[in-house]
């Protein structure tokens, strides 16, 4: 049993304590109140915030060595995929001579390093070992309806009846957008559950068709100038958020929660369930709330104020702790001794600084932004490297 003490929720006065046994949370309560546990089982956090570990619930793992590719609004998908190749050809062909491996690394920890525990992965599967977060693949990814020749048969796939189908639809703002999710929808013939990701150009009876829709505000911004109505769509399917890759959007997952509330779309409440309960539930994680018996994955950091304003203006250096399934995926410089204490090996982590503060994460991540440079000296990281 490992007891975190002296935590906050991010509304409410309460301190909180939070006991983790075997990969599950194993109680919540108030510090002070339940039974007491030795100083080798217990972390006194300093009154930091805790929230579940985020769910992030669209990404290309492997395109995050990318920079934002496009310079203009397009009308949909297609159009900006054709102008970055016609224009960004250099760009693109620096950084795939990265191998994907490496790539998909750093995509890893793009998402640790913001708070997430679980990301779902958009696209071809790869061999992973040990992958510092979770990363959800039970599901059928398909591109597009119109970037994915096989789509049709893909989707009536009779072994893949079921599962969830993952496909980026309505990523545009144009007449064409709005009928490729009628046609979609007309062909899932084995009603599979759709999980759309984008949805700009969705109606709400198109929305009712959708088990879950994917809200990926900066990425919709970036590439078309335009969001989801999620306001009204939300009526009509569950809805999760994404961050999608840096071809279209920062690093940095806390940018992408600002542009959402900076839309007035939903309210702060609303995109925090986006992040937690509801892509739990869609996913069939078995998390994303501070409950007993919820998979214990949680992320802690150090805010500046109350509330939800506070919450909202976090940022990867604030984040203190992450933890992945009962275990620690990411500390602060600050808590390596108490952890060390408590029986946390450190053994095979590495450092970096994100503004100055120190965060220890598992693996080399260094040695992996040392290969990545050798291999594109443009690339760049939002740390850097002690000697
Ligand atoms: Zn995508």
Not at 30 to 35: C, K, L, R, Y
Not at 279 to 298: E, H, K, Q, S, T
Not at 336 to 359: C, I, M, N, P, Y
Request: overall charge negative.
């Amino acid at each position: 049993m490992m007891v975190l003490e002296n935590l906050r929720p991010i509304e409410g006065p309460a301190s909180l304590r939070i006991g983790i046994r075997g990969g599950r949370i194993a109680f919540v309560g108030e510090d002070g109140a339940g039974p007491a546990f030795g100083p080798d089982r217990v972390i006194d956090l300093d009154g930091a915030m805790i929230f579940p570990g985020l769910i992030n619930s669209h990404d290309h793992l492997e395109f995050n060595s990318f920079p934002a590719l496009g310079r203009e609004h397009y009308a949909n998908y297609v159009e900006w995929g054709s102008r970055i190749h016609a224009t960004c050809r250099e760009d693109i062909d620096r950084v795939l001579k990265i191998p994907p491996a490496m790539r998909v690394q750093w995509g890893l920890y793009k998402n640790l390093l913001g708070g997430v525990t679980t990301v779902v992965h958009h696209g071809p599967a790869f061999p992973l070992e040990n992958p510092c977060i979770r990363v959800f693949r039970e599901c059928q990814s398909i591109h597009s309806v119109q970037l994915e020749p096989r789509w049709r048969q893909r989707l009536n796939n009779p072994l893949q009846w079921g599962r969830p189908c993952v496909i980026h639809i309505g990523e545009g703002t144009d007449e064409g957008a709005s009928r490729e999710i009628d046609r979609l929808t007309l062909w899932n013939t084995l009603h599979r559950p759709l999980v759309g990701v984008h949805g700009v150009a969705m109606n709400t009876d198109q929305a009712a068709h959708f088990k879950a829709l994917v809200w990926c505000p900066q990425s919709n911004f970036f590439l078309l100038g335009r969001t989801a109505a999620i306001d009204q769509l939300g009526r009509h399917t569950a809805l999760l958020f994404g961050t999608d890759s840096t071809l279209t959007g920062d690093w940095n997952i806390w940018d992408h929660l600002r542009s959402a509330r900076d839309t007035g779309l939903a309210a702060d409440p609303d995109i925090y369930d986006m992040l937690t309960t509801t892509p739990a539930r869609i996913w069939g994680l078995g998390g994303g709330a501070l409950a007993p018996g919820c998979a214990a994955d949680l992320t802690i950091a150090r805010p500046r104020g109350d509330g939800w304003n506070a919450f909202y203006a976090l940022d990867p250096a604030d984040i203190e702790l992450v933890i992945a399934g009962g275990r620690v995926r990411l500390a602060d410089g600050r808590w390596v001794r108490a952890l060390t204490h408590l029986g946390h090996d450190f053994d095979g982590w590495s450092r970096v600084l994100l503004e100055g503060r120190e965060k220890w994460v598992p693996g080399d991540l260094p040695g992996l932004a040392r290969q990545i440079l050798a291999f594109d000296e443009r690339a760049e990281f939002p740390f850097l490297c002690e000697t």
